[in-house]
């Protein structure tokens, strides 16, 4: 059968949840939808809907009929019903519902129902099971459900044939909420605007609380919008309604449950007009001024029963209104909650909103105040409850302005004069109620200008008066007819004033009807004086001038000052760019009062030889231009000036002597003249030079002046120069002058003419001298030198300058390079004179080998540092012509062995230390020992030294040379060193920081000042070397880089320092201290100095006397106290406060189960007892305890001062607490102390609680053991308080011995209680020992026997099986002692759940 399917069927699509689109349901239809049954739902299922094909299939593939007649699209099979649904069910019952399958083809097809596992759903028979279904035939299927709980569940079947497969959903709808809200609501007529509301009584009739929400559309509003009603509860639900619009209207209050579910009540209003009016719609005030206000009032009519609520507006349409918000919203935040009230300056009413009750009317305060002097309108709206539109109101009102007049309109002034100031007076008269505001407007002429109102604004007081004050200074002359406006405020026209009239100018004359200077001489001033007069009543102001006068700079006056001789003015080619001004006016303007006068000066200093004709003219300011001419006449006249005596003979002359004649200048006229002696031109190539001091003068009428001439030779023989002197305003050529003299050189003798030196040392200077003697008054220049190019003589001074009749000695100095016969030549030239041979004669002796002259006088290194090898260099040349061997050795010991190898001029300290000479040998040496000089050559040696000790050190080198057989001595060096430990002065050996940390304060950097000088007599350098959190900065605090180079010290110098600490180097707040070294390093020497570096920060800090501490377990509601020592360590003061940290994890506090007081067990060897437990009590979990606390709470500890802490344990029934208590410090860390406490009842088991001794004899003592052991935590005492108090050994009858009868045991520990008992009589036995533990009931053991004579046995086997049946069953009934352990177990764990409510406060002191 299975044979048409094909072989893999794919799993189909699990719709979950899916669920139809839910019709509109009204509350009543889905109440009464929810109460239906399942079989009363599938009942009621009227709609049937194919369902959707999920797996389309083949159908020629998989089966032999090829026709069907369905639609390929659609199933070919109808379920029914379309959808299982249970409800109503009941939890734990079985519901079954069947499900018919029609086949709704022609063909018939195989149908299999698969229903994939689940533990509620079940398909009664197999599954996947294949019927054939004929066409138009049905097959059935029943669907079984188990439900466990109320709630929904969802499932479905899948419905699978050769042509398609499709499914068929299962639903169980579980628990519902339903709200018995009303089908439809309907609120009648209201008032538009107005809020209705209508109130609702709601109740949860369903079977599951109500997780609502509640909406609707507007008009209408709902509250509550959501929230959660029980089962069986009730609610208020208020809806509102609130038109804004007149009419009908309506809209659904949806109720959505959280199941999905959502329920429609319709809702119903019609909107209406109230009668609601205004009593009337226009109101119209009188005129009225400005700054005045005028009051009527309008009635607001209410006829309806509501409270109208209204508020004035400025615009009719509400959608105007709501545009403009809506703009405004993202701008401005305030607009949001802004009413928009009517507001304006000019009509204004009360108030602007409020409300009117039932059948009430409102009155409104209308009020006009104008501003300005002009018909005034505006519409206002009254938005009121109850009305659709807003009702209208029209204001309408006229304002006045004020009514300022001019006293009179017109004024005429008359003729005046020009610049004189003339006042009159005018009035504004006020005629009107209100004050009048007045301002003059600028006029906008020139002659309007001139005019001053005072005051110029003001207010003209009701019915007075305001007296205007007009000044008038006319500036231009003429007739004027001015018009002037005074501004009104709120006043359409201006109050008018035209003033007209005519303006005079000044006369005025000269006293001299023209001004003659006569001749006067070129360049001197010559000054003439007038007067002018003003005969007007008015100033006049005035201006001077001479029309054809120069333009250019002020004229030359000899007088002033006389021009330099290089000025171009004494050149015959000399013409200026323009002009000269050559007339002066003093004063050129000015101001003549009211018939007064002005004295005039006007000065002429020609500069132009000729007649003059010109002209004084006269402007007036406010007149007119050349209103007045004074004539002016001239003439200029330039002196001829002669020289006396045109050619001056100065003779014979030394060169460059100055030499001095004196030359004649006469003038023959009858006017002063000026003359200058030009400078010499070309001086440079000039073979005399001339010059004097009076180069310019004056020279006056009729008379002659003395110039002096200075003249100077430049070079030999007869010389002539031509001197110019120059006369001011003279036209042509300059006057001559000639000079002449005859120039000679210096005279100087030199001896003596030949020098012979003798036998001299070779390499060694030796010196003779010569003299050089002027015989005349000039100085002489001379150069003296060798002749030949390679000379062994030198001169001292070869060349200088012999002062006047003195002598000048010469030396000549010989330095002989060989031992042979030199001669030489000395040739001397007198600058401008003659040369001089002097002949030169030596011979050499000695040795020809040269050296530094240092090692003749001795080599003094002076200071060294020891350790450090020291060196000088130098070097010896062979400056003969023979080969020389040479060798060194010390004074006072062996000869020097030569080294294979020259040793290296530097190296490390390990090298230094390898050439420290050993004992006995001699400090310095030379090296190399030997060598062998070339005539010519030059050898560099070197002197090496080095101490290991600070010492002084003073040693003689020997130098000896072999010159073929011969060997002597040829030189000694004394050598002196002063070996010495580098010494640094540290401004302290030792830094120390100390910083104390307020709880204010801020860590910062610390600085400490470091000098460091050099106080030996070596530079040296040294590298620095500190360890953080110390850093060594630079004077300026500046870190020093960590690659630094090592930094040197010259003597005497001192480095300055700071050593900076960081007190942050940790993130901690206790107390530290850091000390580290400074090491100082010399790079020159092994020697290092140290400092040491300290530094301390401090915190509020405490030093507490434990870290922990522990309670133990104590009985349980009792309280317990320890004490703890809590000291203040530090520098500073320390405020804290202690606070209580509880964790469920690290510090818990929980309750445990209460322990069996008494738990006894079978005694191994006594036999079986049964077992006793006390009482387990139940934990009541209280909502707040407090475990722990500690005093004080706070406090401040000052530095030394300890303080006594007391921690106090309060032992709540079965509690065990772990917190820690934490220690804030301000300032400063947090200390924590670890608080455990425990808190029990002595736990306790006796291992047997009967004793049965059996038969025993009568008189003897009998023995057993009690073990009693502490199962518990908290150490207890015991005692026997029945047991005898005799020994042991000898008891009394009958009374039982209990060994030891007290003691006390501890936590997990056994004490074994040995039993004594002495019968004493024959019989059964029966006694109570007791044992008292704590303050618990004490236990009883009983002991039993019975006491027979000595002789007497009996058999006990009874008794022994009895034991071995109780044991037996204890071992095959474990589920007792199983059930014991589990209920302390669970006990337990309910404890430790509760412990999350409970809260440990410190006990506040």
Same mark, same amino acid.
């Given at each position: 059968?299975?044979?048409?399917?094909?072989?893999?069927?794919?799993?189909?699509?699990?719709?979950?949840?899916?669920?139809?689109?839910?019709?509109?349901?009204?509350?009543?239809?889905?109440?009464?939808?929810?109460?239906?049954?399942?079989?009363?739902?599938?009942?009621?299922?009227?709609?049937?809907?194919?369902?959707?094909?999920?797996?389309?299939?083949?159908?020629?593939?998989?089966?032999?009929?090829?026709?069907?007649?369905?639609?390929?699209?659609?199933?070919?099979?109808?379920?029914?019903?379309?959808?299982?649904?249970?409800?109503?069910?009941?939890?734990?019952?079985?519901?079954?519902?069947?499900?018919?399958?029609?086949?709704?083809?022609?063909?018939?097809?195989?149908?299999?129902?698969?229903?994939?596992?689940?533990?509620?759903?079940?398909?009664?028979?197999?599954?996947?099971?294949?019927?054939?279904?004929?066409?138009?035939?049905?097959?059935?299927?029943?669907?079984?459900?188990?439900?466990?709980?109320?709630?929904?569940?969802?499932?479905?079947?899948?419905?699978?044939?050769?042509?398609? /497969?499709?499914?068929?959903?299962?639903?169980?709808?579980?628990?519902?909420?339903?709200?018995?809200?009303?089908?439809?609501?309907?609120?009648?007529?209201?008032?538009?605007?107005?809020?209705?509301?209508?109130?609702?009584?709601?109740?949860?009739?369903?079977?599951?609380?109500?997780?609502?929400?509640?909406?609707?559309?507007?008009?209408?509003?709902?509250?509550?919008?959501?929230?959660?009603?029980?089962?069986?509860?009730?609610?208020?639900?208020?809806?509102?309604?609130?038109?804004?619009?007149?009419?009908?209207?309506?809209?659904?209050?949806?109720?959505?449950?959280?199941?999905?579910?959502?329920?429609?009540?319709?809702?119903?209003?019609?909107?209406?007009?109230?009668?609601?009016?205004?009593?009337?719609?226009?109101?119209?005030?009188?005129?009225?001024?400005?700054?005045?206000?005028?009051?009527?009032?309008?009635?607001?009519?209410?006829?309806?029963?509501? @409270?109208?609520?209204?508020?004035?507006?400025?615009?009719?349409?509400?959608?105007?209104?709501?545009?403009?918000?809506?703009?405004?919203?993202?701008?401005?935040?305030?607009?949001?909650?802004?009413?928009?009230?009517?507001?304006?300056?000019?009509?204004?009413?009360?108030?602007?909103?409020?409300?009117?009750?039932?059948?009430?009317?409102?009155?409104?305060?209308?009020?006009?105040?104008?501003?300005?002097?002009?018909?005034?309108?505006?519409?206002?709206?009254?938005?009121?409850?109850?009305?659709?539109?807003?009702?209208?109101?029209?204001?309408?009102?006229?304002?006045?302005?004020?009514?300022?007049?001019?006293?009179?309109?017109?004024?005429?002034?008359?003729?005046?004069?020009?610049?004189?100031?003339? !006042?009159?007076?005018?009035?504004?008269?006020?005629?009107?109620?209100?004050?009048?505001?007045?301002?003059?407007?600028?006029?906008?002429?020139?002659?309007?200008?001139?005019?001053?109102?005072?005051?110029?604004?003001?207010?003209?007081?009701?019915? /007075?008066?305001?007296?205007?004050?007009?000044?008038?200074?006319?500036?231009?002359?003429?007739?004027?007819?001015?018009?002037?406006?005074?501004?009104?405020?709120?006043?359409?026209?201006?109050?008018?004033?035209?003033?007209?009239?005519?303006?005079?100018?000044?006369?005025?004359?000269?006293?001299?009807?023209?001004?003659?200077?006569?001749?006067?001489?070129?360049?001197?001033?010559?000054?003439?004086?007038?007067?002018?007069? $003003?005969?007007?009543?008015?100033?006049?102001?005035?201006?001077?001038?001479?029309?054809?006068?120069?333009?250019?700079?002020?004229?030359?006056?000899?007088?002033?000052?006389?021009?330099?001789?290089?000025?171009?003015?004494?050149?015959?080619?000399?013409?200026?760019?323009?002009?000269?001004?050559?007339?002066?006016?003093?004063?050129?303007?000015?101001?003549?009062?009211?018939?007064?006068?002005?004295?005039?000066?006007?000065?002429?200093?020609? $500069?132009?030889?000729?007649?003059?004709?010109?002209?004084?003219?006269?402007?007036?300011?406010?007149?007119?231009?050349?209103?007045?001419?004074?004539?002016?006449?001239?003439?200029?006249?330039?002196?001829?000036?002669?020289?006396?005596?045109?050619?001056?003979?100065?003779?014979?002359?030394?060169?460059?002597?100055?030499?001095?004649?004196?030359?004649?200048?006469?003038?023959?006229?009858?006017?002063?003249?000026?003359?200058?002696?030009?400078?010499?031109?070309?001086?440079?190539?000039?073979?005399?030079?001339?010059?004097?001091?009076?180069?310019?003068?004056?020279?006056?009428?009729?008379?002659?002046?003395?110039?002096?001439?200075?003249?100077?030779?430049?070079?030999?023989?007869?010389?002539?120069?031509?001197?110019?002197?120059?006369?001011?305003?003279?036209?042509?050529?300059?006057?001559?002058?000639?000079?002449?003299?005859?120039?000679?050189?210096?005279?100087?003798?030199?001896?003596?003419?030949?020098?012979?030196?003798?036998?001299?040392?070779?390499? +060694?200077?030796?010196?003779?001298?010569?003299?050089?003697?002027?015989?005349?008054?000039?100085?002489?220049?001379?150069?003296?030198?060798?002749?030949?190019?390679?000379?062994?003589?030198?001169?001292?001074?070869?060349?200088?300058?012999?002062?006047?009749?003195?002598?000048?000695?010469?030396?000549?100095?010989?330095?002989?390079?060989?031992?042979?016969?030199?001669?030489?030549?000395?040739?001397?030239?007198?600058?401008?004179?003659?040369?001089?041979?002097?002949?030169?004669?030596?011979?050499?002796? /000695?040795?020809?080998?040269?050296?530094?002259?240092?090692?003749?006088?001795?080599?003094?290194?002076?200071?060294?540092?020891?350790?450090?090898?020291?060196?000088?260099?130098? +070097?010896?040349?062979?400056?003969?012509?023979?080969?020389?061997?040479?060798?060194?050795?010390?004074?006072?010991?062996?000869?020097?062995?030569?080294?294979?190898?020259?040793?290296?001029?530097? /190296?490390?300290?390990?090298?230094?230390?390898?050439?420290?000479?050993?004992?006995?040998?001699?400090?310095?040496?030379?090296?190399?020992?030997?060598?062998?000089?070339?005539?010519?050559?030059?050898?560099?040696?070197?002197?090496?030294?080095?101490?290991?000790?600070?010492?002084?050190?003073?040693?003689?080198?020997?130098?000896?040379?072999?010159?073929?057989?011969?060997?002597?001595?040829?030189?000694?060096?004394?050598?002196?060193?002063?070996?010495?430990?580098?010494?640094?002065?540290?401004?302290?050996?030792?830094? @120390?920081?100390?910083?104390?940390?307020?709880?204010?304060?801020?860590?910062?950097?610390?600085?400490?000042?470091?000098?460091?000088?050099?106080?030996?007599?070596?530079?040296?350098?040294?590298?620095?070397?500190?360890?953080?959190?110390?850093?060594?900065?630079?004077?300026?605090?500046?870190?020093?880089?960590?690659?630094?180079?090592?930094?040197?010290?010259?003597?005497?110098?001192?480095?300055?320092?700071?050593?900076?600490?960081?007190?942050?180097?940790?993130?901690?707040?206790?107390?530290?201290?850091?000390?580290?070294?400074?090491?100082?390093?010399?790079?020159?020497?092994?020697?290092?100095?140290?400092?040491?570096?300290?530094?301390?920060?401090?915190?509020?800090?405490?030093?507490?006397?434990?870290?922990?501490?522990?309670?133990?377990?104590?009985?349980?509601?009792?309280?317990?106290?320890?004490?703890?020592?809590?000291?203040?360590?530090?520098?500073?003061?320390?405020?804290?406060?202690?606070?209580?940290?509880?964790?469920?994890?690290?510090?818990?506090?929980?309750?445990?189960?209460?322990?069996?007081?008494?738990?006894?067990?079978?005694?191994?060897?006594?036999?079986?007892?049964?077992?006793?437990?006390?009482?387990?009590?139940?934990?009541?979990?209280?909502? +707040?305890?407090?475990?722990?606390?500690?005093?004080?709470?706070?406090?401040?500890?000052?530095?030394?001062? !300890?303080?006594?802490?007391?921690?106090?344990?309060?032992?709540?029934?079965?509690?065990?607490?772990?917190?820690?208590?934490?220690?804030?410090?301000?300032?400063?860390?947090?200390?924590?102390?670890?608080?455990?406490?425990?808190?029990?009842?002595?736990?306790?088991?006796?291992?047997?609680?009967?004793?049965?001794?059996?038969?025993?004899?009568?008189?003897?003592?009998?023995?057993?053991?009690?073990?009693?052991?502490?199962?518990?935590?908290?150490?207890?005492?015991?005692?026997?308080?029945?047991?005898?108090?005799?020994?042991?050994?000898?008891?009394?009858?009958?009374?039982?011995?209990?060994?030891?009868?007290?003691?006390?045991?501890?936590?997990?520990?056994?004490?074994?209680?040995?039993?004594?008992?002495?019968?004493?009589?024959?019989?059964?036995?029966?006694?109570?020992?007791?044992?008292?533990?704590?303050?618990?009931?004490?236990?009883?053991?009983?002991?039993?026997?019975?006491?027979?004579?000595?002789?007497?046995? +009996?058999?006990?086997?009874?008794?022994?099986?009895?034991?071995?049946?109780?044991?037996?069953?204890?071992?095959?009934?474990?589920?007792?002692?199983?059930?014991?352990?589990?209920?302390?177990?669970?006990?337990?764990?309910?404890?430790?759940?509760?412990?999350?409510?409970?809260?440990?406060?410190?006990?506040?002191?």
């Amino acid at each position: 059968m299975a044979s048409g399917f094909p072989k893999k069927t794919p799993s189909p699509r699990l719709l979950l949840r899916e669920r139809l689109k839910p019709e509109t349901l009204t509350p009543s239809a889905f109440q009464e939808e929810m109460s239906l049954s399942s079989k009363q739902r599938l009942a009621r299922a009227k709609k049937l809907s194919l369902p959707q094909i999920v797996q389309p299939q083949d159908k020629r593939e998989s089966s032999h009929q090829k026709l069907s007649a369905a639609d390929p699209e659609k199933s070919s099979f109808q379920p029914c019903p379309p959808e299982v649904v249970f409800q109503n069910y009941t939890p734990g019952e079985v519901y079954e519902v069947p499900v018919v399958l029609r086949n709704r083809d022609k063909v018939p097809h195989l149908m299999k129902v698969t229903l994939e596992s689940s533990p509620y759903f079940q398909l009664v028979g197999p599954n996947d099971v294949c019927r054939k279904v004929p066409p138009g035939l049905s097959t059935t299927v029943h669907v079984l459900f188990s439900p466990w709980q109320n709630k929904d569940y969802f499932h479905q079947l899948l419905c699978t044939t050769e042509r398609e /497969g499709f499914i068929v959903p299962i639903r169980a709808i579980g628990a519902r909420a339903i709200l018995d809200f009303p089908d439809q609501l309907d609120f009648s007529k209201c008032p538009v605007k107005y809020s209705s509301q209508k109130t609702l009584v709601v109740r949860n009739v369903g079977n599951r609380a109500a997780h609502y929400q509640l909406s609707t559309q507007s008009p209408f509003s709902v509250l509550p919008a959501m929230g959660v009603l029980g089962v069986g509860d009730t609610m208020e639900v208020t809806v509102g309604f609130q038109p804004l619009k007149t009419g009908d209207c309506s809209a659904s209050l949806v109720v959505h449950y959280d199941t999905g579910e959502d329920t429609h009540t319709s809702l119903h209003g019609r909107a209406v007009d109230a009668p609601i009016r205004l009593d009337r719609n226009t109101v119209t005030f009188d005129k009225t001024y400005i700054t005045v206000s005028n009051r009527t009032a309008v009635l607001i009519h209410n006829r309806s029963n509501i @409270t109208a609520r209204f508020q004035w507006k400025a615009v009719d349409a509400g959608e105007e209104e709501d545009q403009l918000e809506l703009s405004l919203q993202s701008e401005m935040a305030k607009v949001r909650g802004d009413p928009m009230l009517f507001s304006d300056d000019i009509f204004s009413l009360e108030p602007k909103e409020g409300e009117i009750g039932p059948n009430c009317s409102a009155e409104i305060s209308v009020s006009f105040k104008p501003q300005e002097a002009r018909v005034y309108e505006r519409a206002v709206y009254c938005d009121i409850s109850g009305r659709q539109n807003r009702l209208p109101l029209l204001l309408t009102g006229e304002g006045l302005g004020p009514r300022l007049h001019s006293y009179f309109e017109e004024l005429n002034i008359g003729e005046v004069s020009l610049r004189v100031t003339h !006042r009159y007076k005018a009035a504004l008269l006020n005629k009107g109620p209100i004050g009048a505001p007045f301002s003059l407007i600028p006029p906008s002429t020139a002659m309007g200008s001139c005019f001053t109102f005072l005051p110029q604004e003001g207010i003209v007081a009701p019915h /007075g008066f305001q007296l205007i004050r007009i000044s008038f200074c006319p500036t231009m002359l003429g007739e004027f007819e001015e018009e002037f406006c005074f501004r009104v405020t709120e006043s359409p026209k201006p109050v008018t004033l035209t003033i007209r009239g005519s303006v005079t100018g000044p006369t005025f004359h000269f006293d001299v009807p023209a001004l003659h200077f006569g001749d006067v001489s070129f360049g001197f001033p010559h000054t003439l004086k007038c007067c002018l007069y $003003n005969t007007s009543l008015v100033h006049m102001a005035f201006n001077l001038h001479i029309p054809g006068d120069g333009l250019g700079g002020p004229s030359i006056d000899i007088s002033d000052k006389i021009p330099n001789p290089s000025s171009q003015c004494w050149r015959k080619e000399a013409q200026g760019l323009s002009r000269p001004r050559e007339f002066t006016i003093s004063p050129c303007s000015g101001t003549v009062r009211a018939l007064g006068s002005e004295d005039i000066k006007v000065t002429l200093c020609s $500069n132009t030889a000729g007649e003059y004709k010109r002209e004084l003219v006269l402007d007036v300011e406010d007149v007119g231009k050349k209103v007045l001419a004074l004539p002016l006449t001239a003439r200029c006249i330039v002196p001829p000036l002669r020289v006396l005596d045109p050619v001056v003979s100065f003779r014979h002359c030394y060169l460059e002597v100055p030499y001095e004649k004196k030359l004649t200048l006469v003038n023959d006229s009858d006017f002063p003249g000026c003359y200058c002696v030009l400078p010499q031109e070309n001086k440079e190539e000039a073979a005399t030079w001339y010059c004097t001091s009076m180069a310019t003068g004056i020279i006056e009428a009729r008379g002659s002046v003395q110039i002096p001439i200075v003249l100077r030779a430049r070079l030999l023989g007869e010389c002539d120069v031509t001197a110019e002197l120059a006369v001011l305003g003279r036209g042509g050529s300059p006057l001559e002058i000639h000079l002449e003299c005859v120039g000679q050189g210096p005279v100087v003798y030199v001896y003596p003419r030949e020098i012979n030196f003798g036998v001299i040392p070779v390499l +060694k200077d030796r010196t003779k001298t010569f003299y050089l003697a002027n015989q005349c008054d000039i100085p002489a220049t001379f150069q003296a030198k060798m002749a030949g190019k390679r000379s062994c003589w030198r001169l001292e001074p070869s060349e200088g300058v012999v002062p006047p009749n003195t002598e000048v000695v010469v030396r000549v100095i010989a330095h002989l390079s060989d031992t042979l016969k030199f001669q030489g030549e000395v040739k001397v030239s007198i600058e401008n004179s003659t040369t001089t041979i002097i002949s030169l004669r030596a011979v050499g002796k /000695g040795t020809t080998i040269a050296m530094d002259e240092s090692l003749t006088s001795g080599i003094n290194l002076k200071s060294q540092f020891s350790f450090t090898p020291c060196y000088f260099h130098f +070097k010896m040349t062979n400056t003969g012509r023979r080969i020389h061997r040479l060798y060194w050795s010390t004074e006072g010991f062996g000869t020097f062995r030569p080294r294979t190898r020259p040793p290296a001029l530097g /190296g490390t300290k390990r090298k230094a230390a390898s050439q420290i000479p050993r004992p006995g040998s001699p400090v310095f040496k030379v090296q190399p020992l030997q060598v062998e000089l070339r005539p010519g050559q030059t050898v560099e040696m070197v002197l090496e030294g080095c101490s290991s000790t600070a010492q002084e050190v003073k040693e003689r080198l020997l130098c000896h040379a072999r010159v073929g057989s011969v060997k002597e001595q040829i030189v000694q060096v004394d050598v002196t060193c002063k070996f010495i430990c580098p010494v640094v002065q540290m401004s302290s050996r030792a830094i @120390t920081f100390r910083v104390e940390k307020k709880p204010s304060d801020v860590l910062t950097l610390q600085y400490q000042p470091l000098s460091l000088k050099n106080t030996c007599s070596l530079p040296f350098s040294i590298v620095l070397d500190l360890e953080q959190p110390f850093l060594i900065c630079s004077a300026d605090q500046q870190p020093l880089p960590a690659d630094s180079k090592p930094m040197t010290l010259d003597v005497g110098e001192e480095l300055h320092l700071c050593i900076q600490f960081n007190p942050a180097y940790e993130n901690s707040l206790h107390s530290r201290v850091a000390e580290r070294v400074l090491r100082i390093r010399f790079t020159e020497h092994p020697h290092e100095e140290q400092i040491t570096v300290r530094g301390e920060v401090h915190f509020p800090n405490l030093h507490l006397e434990t870290k922990a501490v522990d309670f133990g377990c104590i009985m349980n509601d009792t309280e317990e106290m320890l004490f703890m020592r809590m000291t203040n360590c530090g520098p500073l003061p320390v405020r804290y406060h202690w606070s209580f940290l509880t964790d469920r994890q690290l510090n818990p506090i929980r309750f445990i189960p209460s322990p069996p007081k008494f738990k006894p067990r079978s005694s191994k060897n006594e036999g079986v007892f049964p077992r006793r437990y006390s009482k387990i009590e139940s934990v009541k979990e209280p909502t +707040k305890i407090q475990v722990f606390s500690v005093r004080p709470s706070w406090c401040v500890l000052e530095p030394g001062e !300890r303080e006594l802490v007391i921690f106090t344990f309060f032992g709540h029934a079965n509690i065990m607490a772990r917190v820690k208590a934490l220690c804030h410090v301000e300032g400063g860390p947090t200390y924590e102390v670890l608080v455990t406490g425990q808190a029990s009842y002595p736990s306790y088991q006796l291992d047997v609680e009967e004793i049965d001794w059996g038969l025993q004899v009568f008189n003897k003592v009998l023995k057993a053991e009690v073990t009693l052991q502490n199962t518990g935590v908290l150490e207890f005492t015991y005692v026997v308080p029945n047991s005898s108090t005799d020994t042991a050994a000898n008891p009394l009858p009958g009374v039982p011995v209990v060994v030891p009868r007290t003691g006390s045991i501890a936590p997990g520990k056994k004490q074994v209680l040995e039993v004594y008992y002495l019968p004493g009589k024959l019989g059964v036995f029966c006694k109570t020992v007791q044992v008292q533990v704590a303050s618990l009931d004490p236990a009883e053991i009983f002991l039993k026997g019975e006491g027979t004579s000595p002789g007497v046995t +009996k058999d006990l086997p009874s008794m022994l099986k009895e034991e071995e049946e109780v044991v037996q069953e204890e071992e095959e009934n474990p589920e007792e002692e199983e059930r014991e352990r589990d209920e302390s177990v669970v006990l337990e764990s309910r404890m430790e759940s509760r412990m999350e409510s409970l809260i440990v406060t410190a006990e506040q002191q």
